[in-house]
């Protein structure tokens, strides 16, 4: 299905225009494959698994043609071809390749459905599209060193998690296969895309242009070499984050010793960003023996900047290094030679008394404000493994304001101000069939980060009647006199309370829009 080499030359986008005219004409977009394969063959392609999808693709319609070629890397006769695309212009561009009466794929073509219902598709390369995810050890080969992959679990995190506000600037660090720039391209005036590998820019320009895309800045370099002393509204990047012996493989293996490339990345871009710009990645970083984690992704965010920093999975340095043995194609090889990287990977690990790996997203925001020292910086770093609702950079951006709305505001403020129950917080009261009060209450979101929050009989109430019509101060009197308590001491011990439940998104300033009103037009999604 795939070659064992890259292909001798990578398409170029001269009538890009014309082939993605009949990819849409073909219906091949993502509701398209979708309603072609039926449920289960679709989510199988995403686990390299390509029997279903085959199967569901023994007609000669357009759709079933392009499936064929451009995602399961079949040959297909010629006169199939070029009923389903245009063939001397495809040819001419190198697209594909004819032999005989044949026809092949160079390229993975993979449709993926944008934020607004768009059709846009990314370009990787052979064997790659399907189960990106996988790495480029799938369907049977050694991992080539220089290989570009399309969509993966990582890259559409990524995609999901990232501010989407309009800005003139936004700097997509390590394109790969251009997705994170194509997003970017809708709310940019000027994208740049860099890249080690000087394919992956090609891949960008090849997935740009086909999505029917504005242009991008393309870039050779190593991090921030590359965009000399320019400054970004958004900086994004799935980096080579893998913490591995080596720099085999460009598309995943940093380089540097430990989580070094993920750290210098993340304390570079503090100075890169303009005031209010976000920077926004995935990285991975050690559990070092006698260290907290916390602290050392604290001392990561640089000078002049918030921070949020979510650690969604922990795993062994065994489990670690078998992952990513796997997703290079170590596996296959000669026994002996898999023990052996088997144990360069943990000397690695030893070397560096690491006992275990996280991954998760850091987000930074450039505030000068706290580069003046006019506030502290928030810098908040937190483990949440639990389920979460994609697109969160609503949820992002609402959590930097709340923590510049609590940052400007002391305990009398607080109870000044109004506030309102943000949408979709429901309560759950927890305690014994049949007993008259629960033992505990809690508060529950079912939106964005998915947050649970114990409070008690005070923390409810408040919360119940917060509708944004009277101040927190006189609401809490009101309660005081409910329940028989001195509103005075309401008023002394209840703003700590009050800020948990506005920090973590449970209250909303009056005023203040909900992440699920900025979002509404952010959903849709791959």
């Known amino acids: 299905m795939s070659t064992t080499s890259l292909p001798p030359r990578l398409p170029v986008p001269a009538h890009a225009a014309r082939l993605r005219a009949a990819l849409l004409a073909a219906d091949f977009t993502a509701d398209g494959l979708l309603d072609l394969l039926g449920a289960p063959a679709y989510a199988a392609l995403a686990r390299s698994e390509t029997v279903p999808a085959l199967r569901a693709t023994r007609g000669d319609s357009p759709l079933e043609t392009l499936v064929r070629l451009f995602l399961l890397q079949q040959t297909v ?55 990106g995810a996988g790495g480029s050890g799938t369907n049977g080969r050694q991992a080539d060193t220089a290989v570009v ?25 390590g394109t790969g296969s251009g997705i994170q720039a194509l997003h970017a391209a809708q709310h940019a005036t000027l994208v740049t895309a860099t890249d080690l590998n000087p394919r992956a820019l090609d891949f960008t320009r090849l997935t740009l242009a086909l999505s029917g895309a504005r242009e991008a800045e393309l870039l050779t370099g190593s991090l921030f070499e590359p965009v000399d002393g320019d400054t970004y509204d958004l900086i994004v990047s799935n980096p080579p984050f893998v913490i591995s012996p080596g720099a085999r493989l460009t ?111 850091i987000t930074i925001r450039r505030n000068d404000a706290v580069a003046s020292g006019a506030v502290e910086p928030s810098v908040l770093v937190e483990e949440w493994p639990h389920p979460v609702e994609q697109p969160l950079g609503p949820t992002v951006r609402a959590h930097f304001e709340r923590q510049d709305y609590l940052r400007g505001h002391d305990d009398a403020a607080l109870l000044a101000d109004r506030f309102v129950l943000a949408p979709e917080v429901v309560q759950e009261q927890v305690g014994l069939p049949g007993a008259e009060d629960p033992e505990h209450v809690v508060l529950r979101q079912n939106r964005g980060m998915r947050r649970a929050t ?66 509404a037009a952010e959903a849709g999604g791959a």
Not at 84 to 90: I, R, S
Not at 93 to 102: I, Q, Y
Not at 149 to 173: C, F, K, N, Y
């Open 77 to 131: 006769g010629q006169e199939r071809a070029a009923a389903a695309l245009p063939l001397d212009e495809a040819l001419a561009d190198g697209w594909v390749v004819r032999e005989d009466d044949t026809v092949s794929a160079t390229a993975d073509i993979r449709p993926y459905g944008g934020p607004d219902g768009e059709d846009w598709f990314i370009v990787s390369d052979l064997g790659c599209a399907v189960g």
């Open 149 to 173: 992959l399309g969509v993966g679990g990582a890259s559409t995190t990524l995609a999901g998690i990232t501010v989407r506000t309009p800005v003139s600037s936004a700097l997509d660090l």
């Open 251 to 361: 598309y995943r293996d940093g380089g540097m010793g430990g989580d070094d490339l993920c750290r210098t990345l993340v304390q570079q871009a503090g100075e890169r960003l303009n005031d209010g710009g976000y920077a926004q990645f995935l990285a991975n970083w050690q559990h070092v023996e006698g260290e907290e984690w916390q602290d050392r992704l604290r001392s990561w965010v640089p000078a002049g900047c918030d921070a949020w920093i979510v650690q969604r999975e922990v795993q062994d340095v065994t489990q670690y290094a078998e992952l990513w043995l796997r997703d290079s194609g170590d596996h296959r090889g000669d026994p002996e030679e898999y023990r052996e990287a088997y144990g360069r990977w943990l000397d690695e690990f030893d070397a560096h008394k690491t006992r275990a790996i996280g991954f998760g997203w």
């Open 454 to 519: 114990r409070v008690d009989h005070v923390g409810a109430g408040f919360a119940g009647v917060c509708d944004g019509t009277l101040s927190a101060g006189r609401i809490l009197d009101a309660i005081g006199q409910l329940m028989g308590e001195d509103p005075v001491v309401l008023r002394d011990r209840t703003p700590q309370a009050i800020r948990l439940l506005v920090e973590e998104g449970f209250l909303l300033p009056a005023g203040m829009d909900s992440p699920k009103a900025e979002g």
